[in-house]
């Protein structure tokens, strides 16, 4: 064997080990957490935009202008920004979650007396897209403008075909707009019932309103099961918004990135206002606690 040869098989050699090396370091998932914002930098979470690179949007650590004694993760909106989901501040777990529960605390910001039409997004959410299966996306999102509205759902399969479960609901009335399932973001939405529709009623949380409080959302990911729910601001009681089962239609099985963002939308009213599009035209600030995650137990599911 020349040496020539001997060179070649070594740098192939060192290549696949390269992209095992690579490969093993994207796998890596992470454990149970709580990550509570009280110091820099983040333990479990990188920040990440595809927008400007202003400092404000986001800092960690900082004193809550709403509520003593409470550190948060603060992003903010750059009103010079441009319309679109990622452009706006937002944080992405360093490794990957999968089943298991998420749970987190915040307040969304109240716009409504100085730009009721503001056209805002909160999202927080898991999302990622493998090649194969495609996006894994759970999400909990408001739309500013409206802080008594709740969306949630998932986002599952190829961008050509992409598949949405959805349940939006007015806490504050105890009102089920809609629970759905469509094919593309422009679909027919199709009625979910059964056991898809869990509960077909929910009772109304006096005075609901994301924008006036911290309150603590989260959701329950299984491989066969979806469960979002919310914790009662003053017994603590669990509220559940949407139990999911019966199918696995729309239910991520693939691994995800847990996130937290806020942007600017200018196609997505709320529901109650058809002119919330318009662009912010100040700093309007999320405030987040803390957010944590636990892996699902491997004895199966504790339901």
Not at 18 to 43: I, M, V, W, Y
Not at 286 to 296: C, F, H, K, N, T
Request: hydrophobic residues 30%.
């Amino acid at each position: 064997m020349t040496g020539s040869s001997i060179k070649k098989i070594f740098l192939i050699a060192s290549v696949s080990l390269g992209s095992l090396n690579g490969n093993a370091q994207e796998e890596k998932t992470h454990g149970s957490f709580r990550e509570e914002f009280n110091d820099t930098p983040l333990e479990n979470f990188r920040y990440g935009s595809a927008g400007s690179k202003a400092d404000f949007k986001w800092k960690t650590a900082i004193a809550s202008p709403s509520e003593p004694r409470t550190k948060v993760l603060s992003l903010k909106l750059d009103p010079g920004e441009v319309a679109g989901a990622g452009k706006g501040p937002e944080i992405i777990s360093k490794d990957f979650t999968h089943f298991g529960t998420y749970s987190a605390r915040l307040k969304i910001p109240d716009v409504r007396k100085i730009q009721p039409n503001a056209g805002a997004v909160v999202g927080y959410f898991t999302y990622h897209v493998d090649s194969i299966p495609g996006l894994s996306e759970i999400d909990f999102e408001w739309l500013i403008a409206d802080p008594e509205i709740i969306y949630v759902g998932t986002w599952t399969g190829q961008r050509d075909s992409l598949v949405r479960i959805g349940r939006t609901i007015n806490l504050a009335k105890g009102d089920i707009l809609y629970t759905i399932h469509k094919v593309r973001h422009d679909g027919q939405p199709t009625p979910l019932t059964g056991s898809q529709n869990q509960p077909e009623n929910i009772v109304a949380l006096e005075d609901y309103d994301a924008s006036a409080r911290f309150y603590t959302y989260g959701f329950d990911w299984y491989p066969d099961r979806l469960r979002w729910w919310m914790l009662h601001p003053t017994t603590g009681n669990k509220i559940v918004l949407w139990d999911y089962q019966g199918s696995q239609l729309g239910i991520p099985q693939n691994h995800s990135r847990y996130r937290m963002n806020f942007w600017h939308t200018n196609n997505w009213s709320v529901e109650t206002n058809p002119n919330s599009i318009e662009k912010p035209r100040d700093r309007y600030e999320l405030e987040v606690d803390w957010m944590s995650y636990e892996p699902m137990k491997e004895k199966g599911n504790e339901k």
